[in-house]
C-alpha cells in the first residue's frame, strides 16, 4: 500500500509541475488585479500572491492524501492571494468586489469569523475559492490566457490585526506538527481576544474618522470656516482642474450659505450638453447648489434636478444625491418626493438623512408606521449622537436626533436636542430647513407629544438669532393678547416648584432675596406660590416699585399647585392654552419678550434646582442667546446641565457659587455710565493699587502684576468693569459720587461695615466678571486655561484674599478723589 502511494504522489507531483507556470502567471493576474482595487478602496492595503511551490504541494497532498484522491484537481489553493487591510471596513468593501467580479465557489469558500462560537477568539480571516470567468475580469484591463481560465485559486482578505494572529498562532497551531499544551492554548486565546477588541477598536475609530473627514466643514467656526475657504481656493487657483479640491470648497461653501462660490467653483467640471461625463461628487453638490440658489421651476433649477438624477444612479448608492433629489421636488411633485425617500431609505435604512424623510412621508399615509419604526429610529439617534459627540454633520445631527425623539415619543430629549442644534446653526437656512420639515408632521401632531414645543422653539430660534422685520412679525402674532410690552431689565427665575423641594428652595431664599436688593427691571416666573415661583412673589413684595412680577401659567391650573393672585406679590398673570404645566409657559415667556423688542442676550436667567420643565427653560434660554446662571450645589436639573456635554461648554452657562453678592452681580446692579476720559485713568488707579499691595519683586513673574500698558487684555477689561461698578456698589450702602459739590455728608473713610460690604459685593461682581469671561473654577490659577481657585462665595475665601478686597475698596474715596470725584452720603 505504501509503495503505491508514494507511486501515486510522484505522478500527481509531475503533472503539478508541469501546470506549475500556470499558476505563477495566475498568481500575477490575481495580484495585478486586487492592487487595482486596493489603490481606490484600500490604498494601504499589502497584497500577495503565490503559486503553492511544488514543496508545498507534495507535502499537503502527502498529509491529506486519505481525503483526496486527485490532490492536483481537487485541491483549491494551488494558487494563492491575498490582501492585508487596514480595518475590517475595508476588509467588507474589498470583499464585496471580490464577490463581484469573480466567479465564487461558494460551497468552499468561508467566513472563519462565522465558525468561531460566541465565546471564542482566534483565526478570522475572509476565504474565497475563485474562478477567473470566461469574459475576464470585469473592469480590469489584463488579458487572461485560458489555460488559467479553468483553474480555482484563493484568495484571503484580512485586516492587519487578524494577520498578526494568523502569521503566527495559526500557522503554529494549525499547520504544526504536534498539538499544543492546554496552559499554551489559554495564552493564546487571550491574545486572540485582545487583537479582536483592538481590531474592532480600530473599526470604530476608523468608522468615526471617515465621518469626521467626509464632514469637517460643517464643525468650523464662522472664522476658521473663513479662512479654510480661502486656504481652499488658493490651492483650486494652482490645481484648477482637481475636482476632489472643488468638491471639499464648494461643501464647505455651503455650510457658509455661499451658493455663488459653490456654483463658481464646480461649474468648470460639467459640461451642461453631457454631465454624464462629470465626476459624481461634482454633479451631486452642484446640484444641491442650483436646487438651493435657483427657485423652482426656472431653468437653473431643472438643470440642477437633472445632475442629481445622474448622481443618484444605482450604482452609485449615494444617499445624499438621492436624499437632495428628494428634496428638490418637495412641493413640487410629492408623491415624486416621496418614491425618492423610500428608495434612499432602502439603500441605507439607518442613515438619519434617508430615515427622517422616509418616516416624514409615510406618517401622513400610513400613522401606524411608527409602531413598528421604533428599533430603526433609535440605532438613527445613536448615529446622530455618534456625530455630534465629535462634532460632525452639524447642525444636522442635533436637528435629526430632535425629530426622531419627537417622532418616539421623547418630547423632552427633543426640546434638548432641538435647542442645541440652534446654538450651532450659522445660517437661517439651517433653522428653516429643519422648521419646514417639522411643519410636515403637523397632520400627525395629535401622535407627538411636543410637537408644538419644537415649532415654537424653532421659530423663535430664527427671530432670536437671525432677527428680522418679518420673523419678529410672526412671533408678535403669537404674543399673549392685552398686555403692554414687558419692560428691560428682564431677569427670569426658575426652577424647582414640586413639593418635595419646597424646603431645599427656602434655604437658598435669603440669598436672592438679598442678591435682588439692588435688581431693579421685571421678574418673570412660574406665577404659583410653590418653590421658585412662590419666591419670585416674595422678592417682588419686598421691593416693591423696583421690581415687576410677571408670571406664567397654564389655563388651567393643576390641582397640586396654588395659582398666586396676591398683586403685591405678581402684578401681571399670563396663561397658555394648556391643562397642566409643560415647556409651553416659559416659550411663551419668550415669544412675549421677543415681542416687545427685547433681545435675548440682555435677559439674564437665575437657576435653582429644577425638575424636566426648569431644564427645558435652561435649554431654550441657552438656545436663544441668553445668559443662564444655575445656583451651584442646588442640584437636580441645575447640576445636571452644567455636567452635560453638550452643554457644558457653553460660555452663556455659569454656575455661580452660592453668594447673595454673585447672585446680584448676576442679576444686575445696572452701573451708570461713566465718562470715557474718568473711566480709563481709574481703572489704571486700581489696577496700579493693586500692583503696589502685592508688589514681590520686579522679576515677578505674575501676570497679573504686569504694568498697565503689558497687562493682558482680559485683565485691563477686568480692571475696567471694576472701575464701572464702584458706583452701583457705593448706591448699595447709601452713597453716591459727583464732581459738582452734592447734598449730605461728604465720605473721606469708609467705616468697617461699609468696607466690609462693599468687599463682599466687590467679590461678587468679580466672580460673575470672570464667569462670563469664560474662567471657571480649578485648583491653580492659570491665565491661559482660564482656572482660578478664588471663584467661590465670599464665606470660603481664604482670609488674606478677603482682605485684600476690604483693601481694595476702603480706597475708593481716595481713588475718586484722585480723579475729581467727591463720595458723599445719599441724604
Request: charged share 25%; with cysteine; glycine share 8%.
Given at each position: 500500500m505504501q509503495?503505491?502511494?508514494?507511486?501515486?504522489?510522484g505522478?500527481q507531483v509531475?503533472?503539478?509541475k508541469?501546470?506549475?507556470?500556470?499558476?505563477?502567471?495566475?498568481?500575477?493576474?490575481l495580484?495585478?488585479?486586487l492592487?487595482?482595487?486596493?489603490?481606490?478602496?484600500?490604498p494601504l492595503?499589502?497584497?500577495?500572491?503565490?503559486?503553492?511551490s511544488?514543496?508545498?504541494f507534495a507535502e499537503k497532498?502527502?498529509?491529506k492524501?486519505?481525503?483526496?484522491?486527485?490532490?492536483?484537481?481537487?485541491?483549491?489553493d494551488?494558487?494563492?492571494a491575498?490582501?492585508?487591510?487596514?480595518?475590517r471596513?475595508?476588509?467588507?468593501?474589498?470583499?464585496?468586489?471580490?464577490?463581484?467580479?469573480?466567479?465564487?465557489?461558494w460551497e468552499?469558500?468561508?467566513?472563519?469569523?462565522?465558525?468561531?462560537?460566541?465565546?471564542e477568539?482566534?483565526?478570522r480571516?475572509?476565504?474565497?475559492?475563485?474562478?477567473?470567468?470566461a469574459?475576464?475580469i470585469?473592469?480590469?484591463d489584463?488579458?487572461?490566457?485560458?489555460?488559467?481560465?479553468s483553474?480555482?485559486?484563493?484568495i484571503?482578505?484580512?485586516t492587519?490585526v487578524?494577520?498578526a494572529y494568523a502569521?503566527?498562532a495559526?500557522?503554529?497551531?494549525?499547520?504544526?506538527?504536534?498539538r499544543?499544551?492546554?496552559s499554551?492554548?489559554?495564552?493564546?486565546?487571550?491574545v486572540?481576544?485582545?487583537?479582536?477588541e483592538a481590531d474592532?477598536?480600530?473599526?470604530?475609530i476608523?468608522?468615526?474618522?471617515?465621518?469626521?473627514?467626509t464632514?469637517y466643514?460643517?464643525?468650523l467656526t464662522?472664522?476658521?470656516?473663513?479662512?479654510?475657504?480661502?486656504?481652499?481656493?488658493v490651492?483650486?487657483e494652482?490645481?484648477?482642474?482637481?475636482?476632489?479640491?472643488a468638491?471639499?470648497?464648494?461643501?464647505l461653501?455651503?455650510v457658509?450659505?455661499?451658493?455663488d462660490k459653490?456654483?463658481?467653483v464646480?461649474?468648470?467640471?460639467?459640461e451642461?450638453a453631457?454631465?454624464?461625463?462629470?465626476?459624481?461628487p461634482?454633479l451631486?453638490?452642484?446640484?444641491i447648489?442650483?436646487c438651493?440658489k435657483?427657485?423652482?421651476?426656472s431653468?437653473?433649477?431643472?438643470r440642477?434636478?437633472?445632475y442629481?438624477?445622474?448622481?443618484s444612479?444605482?450604482?452609485?448608492?449615494?444617499?445624499?444625491?438621492?436624499?437632495?433629489?428628494?428634496?428638490?421636488?418637495?412641493?413640487?411633485?410629492e408623491t415624486?418626493?416621496r418614491?425618492?425617500y423610500?428608495?434612499?431609505?432602502e439603500v441605507?435604512?439607518?442613515?438619519?438623512?434617508?430615515?427622517?424623510?422616509?418616516l416624514?412621508?409615510?406618517?401622513?399615509?400610513?400613522?401606524?408606521?411608527?409602531r413598528?419604526a421604533?428599533?430603526?429610529?433609535?440605532?438613527?439617534?445613536?448615529?446622530?449622537?455618534?456625530?455630534?459627540?465629535?462634532?460632525?454633520?452639524?447642525?444636522?445631527?442635533?436637528?435629526?436626533?430632535?425629530k426622531f425623539?419627537?417622532?418616539?415619543g421623547?418630547?423632552?430629549?427633543?426640546?434638548d436636542?432641538?435647542?442645541k442644534?440652534?446654538?450651532?446653526?450659522g445660517?437661517?437656512?439651517?433653522?428653516e430647513?429643519?422648521?419646514r420639515?417639522v411643519e410636515?408632521?403637523?397632520?400627525?401632531?395629535t401622535?407627538?407629544?411636543?410637537y408644538?414645543?419644537?415649532?415654537?422653539l424653532?421659530?423663535?430660534?430664527?427671530?432670536?438669532?437671525?432677527?428680522s422685520?418679518?420673523?419678529?412679525e410672526?412671533?408678535?402674532?403669537?404674543?399673549?393678547?392685552?398686555?403692554?410690552p414687558?419692560?428691560e431689565?428682564v431677569?427670569?427665575?426658575?426652577?424647582?416648584?414640586?413639593?418635595a423641594?419646597q424646603?431645599?428652595?427656602?434655604?437658598?431664599?435669603?440669598?436672592?432675596?438679598?442678591?435682588?436688593?439692588?435688581?431693579r427691571?421685571?421678574?418673570?416666573?412660574g406665577g404659583?406660590?410653590q418653590?421658585v415661583?412662590?419666591?419670585?412673589?416674595?422678592?417682588a413684595?419686598?421691593?416693591?416699585?423696583?421690581?415687576r412680577?410677571?408670571?406664567?401659567?397654564?389655563?388651567q391650573v393643576?390641582?397640586?399647585?396654588?395659582?398666586?393672585?396676591?398683586?403685591?406679590?405678581?402684578?401681571e398673570?399670563?396663561?397658555?392654552?394648556?391643562?397642566?404645566?409643560?415647556?409651553?409657559?416659559p416659550?411663551?415667556?419668550?415669544?412675549?419678550?421677543?415681542?416687545s423688542?427685547?433681545?435675548?442676550g440682555?435677559?439674564?436667567?437665575?437657576?435653582?434646582n429644577?425638575?424636566?420643565?426648569?431644564?427645558?427653560?435652561?435649554?431654550i434660554?441657552?438656545?436663544?442667546?441668553?445668559?443662564?446662571?444655575?445656583?451651584?450645589?442646588?442640584?437636580?436639573?441645575?447640576?445636571?446641565?452644567v455636567?452635560?456635554?453638550?452643554?457644558?461648554?457653553?460660555d452663556?452657562?455659569?454656575e455661580?457659587?452660592?453668594?447673595?453678592?454673585?447672585?446680584g452681580?448676576?442679576a444686575?446692579?445696572?452701573p451708570?455710565?461713566?465718562?470715557?476720559?474718568?473711566?480709563?485713568?481709574?481703572a489704571?488707579?486700581?489696577?496700579?493699587?493693586?500692583?503696589?499691595e502685592?508688589?514681590?519683586?520686579?522679576?515677578s513673574?505674575?501676570?497679573?502684576?504686569?504694568?498697565?500698558d503689558?497687562?493682558?487684555p482680559?485683565?485691563?477689561?477686568?480692571?475696567r468693569?471694576?472701575?464701572?461698578?464702584?458706583?452701583?456698589?457705593?448706591?448699595?450702602?447709601?452713597c453716591?459720587?459727583?464732581?459738582?459739590?452734592?447734598?449730605?455728608?461728604a465720605?473721606?473713610?469708609?467705616?468697617?461695615?461699609?468696607?466690609?460690604?462693599?468687599?463682599?459685593?466687590e467679590h461678587?461682581r468679580?466672580?460673575?466678571?470672570?464667569l462670563l469671561?469664560?474662567?471657571?473654577?480649578?485648583?491653580?490659577?492659570?491665565?491661559e486655561?482660564k482656572?482660578?481657585?478664588?471663584?467661590?462665595p465670599?464665606?470660603?475665601?481664604?482670609?488674606?484674599?478677603?482682605?485684600?478686597?476690604?483693601?481694595?475698596v476702603?480706597k475708593?474715596?481716595?481713588?475718586?478723589g484722585?480723579q475729581?470725584?467727591?463720595?458723599?452720603?445719599?441724604?
Open positions: 509503495k503505491r502511494d508514494r507511486a501515486w504522489l505522478a509531475a503533472e503539478y508541469e501546470a506549475f507556470p500556470h499558476y505563477q502567471l495566475y498568481a500575477q493576474i495580484e495585478g488585479f492592487k487595482w482595487a486596493a489603490s481606490e478602496l484600500a492595503a499589502i497584497v500577495q500572491s503565490r503559486p503553492k511544488i514543496t508545498s497532498a502527502w498529509r492524501r486519505h481525503q483526496y484522491d486527485d490532490p492536483i484537481h481537487q485541491l483549491t494551488l494558487c494563492g491575498r490582501v492585508i487591510c487596514r480595518t471596513s475595508e476588509v467588507e468593501t474589498m470583499s464585496a468586489l471580490v464577490e463581484d467580479r469573480l466567479d465564487i465557489d468552499n469558500s468561508s467566513d472563519c469569523s462565522q465558525r468561531l462560537r460566541p465565546t477568539f482566534g483565526y480571516s475572509v476565504h474565497y475559492i475563485v474562478q477567473i470567468g469574459g475576464g470585469p473592469g480590469f489584463m488579458e487572461v490566457p485560458p489555460q488559467v481560465l483553474k480555482s485559486a484563493e484571503q482578505i484580512r492587519v487578524e494577520h502569521d503566527f495559526h500557522d503554529v497551531t494549525y499547520k504544526g506538527a504536534f499544543l499544551p492546554p499554551w492554548e489559554r495564552e493564546l486565546a487571550g486572540a481576544a485582545a487583537l479582536e474592532q477598536t480600530f473599526s470604530r476608523e468608522e468615526k474618522l471617515t465621518a469626521y473627514t464632514n466643514g460643517a464643525y464662522e472664522a476658521e470656516l473663513k479662512t479654510e475657504l480661502e486656504n481652499l481656493e490651492v483650486l494652482f490645481d484648477p482642474r482637481n475636482p476632489a479640491t468638491v471639499r470648497l464648494a461643501k461653501a455651503h457658509a450659505g455661499d451658493w459653490a456654483e463658481r464646480l461649474a468648470p467640471f460639467v451642461a453631457d454631465p454624464e461625463g462629470a465626476p459624481q461634482v451631486r453638490e452642484l446640484g447648489t442650483f438651493k435657483y427657485a423652482p421651476g431653468e437653473e433649477y431643472a440642477g434636478q437633472q442629481l438624477e445622474v448622481a444612479r444605482p450604482e452609485f448608492q449615494d444617499v445624499d444625491a438621492i436624499c437632495s433629489l428628494a428634496g428638490s421636488w418637495k412641493k413640487v411633485d415624486k418626493a418614491d425618492l423610500r428608495r434612499a431609505f441605507d435604512p439607518y442613515d438619519t438623512y434617508a430615515l427622517g424623510n422616509f416624514e412621508y409615510e406618517l401622513r399615509h400610513n400613522p401606524g408606521v411608527l413598528v421604533g428599533p430603526l429610529i433609535r440605532r438613527a439617534i445613536e448615529r446622530c449622537r455618534a456625530h455630534a459627540d465629535v462634532g460632525i454633520n452639524l447642525p444636522w445631527a442635533y436637528y435629526d436626533m430632535g425623539y419627537l417622532l418616539i421623547e418630547p423632552f430629549k427633543s426640546l436636542a432641538f435647542a442644534a440652534l446654538t450651532v446653526s445660517a437661517p437656512f439651517m433653522v430647513t429643519s422648521l420639515s410636515l408632521l403637523g397632520s400627525s401632531a401622535q407627538l407629544p411636543g408644538e414645543w419644537v415649532r415654537l424653532l421659530l423663535l430660534g430664527l427671530a432670536a438669532r437671525f432677527p422685520e418679518e420673523r419678529t410672526a412671533i408678535r402674532r403669537l404674543a399673549t393678547e392685552g398686555f403692554d414687558i419692560q431689565p431677569l427670569v427665575l426658575a426652577g424647582g416648584t414640586d413639593t423641594v424646603e431645599l428652595i427656602s434655604s437658598y431664599a435669603h440669598l436672592v432675596m438679598e442678591g435682588l436688593a439692588g435688581f427691571g421685571t421678574l418673570l416666573s404659583t406660590t418653590g415661583s412662590g419666591l419670585a412673589g416674595d422678592v413684595q419686598s421691593y416693591p416699585g423696583q421690581i412680577c410677571i408670571g406664567y401659567l397654564p389655563e393643576p390641582e397640586i399647585a396654588i395659582r398666586d393672585d396676591d398683586p403685591t406679590r405678581v402684578q398673570i399670563r396663561t397658555t392654552p394648556s391643562r397642566d404645566f409643560t415647556p409651553l409657559e416659550l411663551q415667556s419668550w415669544i412675549d419678550l421677543v415681542a423688542g427685547v433681545s435675548p440682555s435677559v439674564r436667567v437665575l437657576g435653582i429644577g425638575g424636566a420643565i426648569a431644564g427645558a427653560e435652561y435649554r434660554a441657552l438656545a436663544l442667546g441668553a445668559r443662564v446662571g444655575l445656583v451651584a450645589g442646588s442640584g437636580r436639573e441645575a447640576g445636571r446641565l455636567a452635560d456635554p453638550d452643554w457644558a461648554g457653553s452663556l452657562l455659569l455661580l457659587p452660592a453668594d447673595s453678592a454673585t447672585i452681580a448676576f444686575g446692579r445696572r451708570p455710565a461713566m465718562p470715557e476720559d474718568s473711566l480709563e485713568p481709574l489704571r488707579a486700581i489696577h496700579e493699587e493693586y500692583r503696589q502685592r508688589w514681590a519683586s520686579p522679576q513673574q505674575d501676570p497679573a502684576l504686569a504694568e498697565w503689558a497687562l493682558h482680559d485683565l485691563q477689561s477686568s480692571n468693569d471694576q472701575a464701572l461698578d464702584i458706583k452701583a456698589k457705593l448706591h448699595a450702602i447709601g453716591t459720587f459727583s464732581r459738582e459739590p452734592a447734598e449730605g455728608e465720605v473721606a473713610e469708609l467705616t468697617e461695615d461699609e468696607i466690609e460690604a462693599l468687599a463682599r459685593l461678587g468679580w466672580v460673575v466678571e470672570r469671561a469664560g474662567w471657571r473654577w480649578g485648583e491653580e490659577r492659570d491665565l486655561k482656572t482660578n481657585p478664588y471663584l467661590v465670599w464665606a470660603e475665601l481664604p482670609e488674606e484674599v478677603r482682605e485684600l478686597d476690604r483693601q481694595t476702603s475708593i474715596p481716595r481713588l475718586l484722585e475729581g470725584f467727591r463720595v458723599h452720603r445719599v441724604s
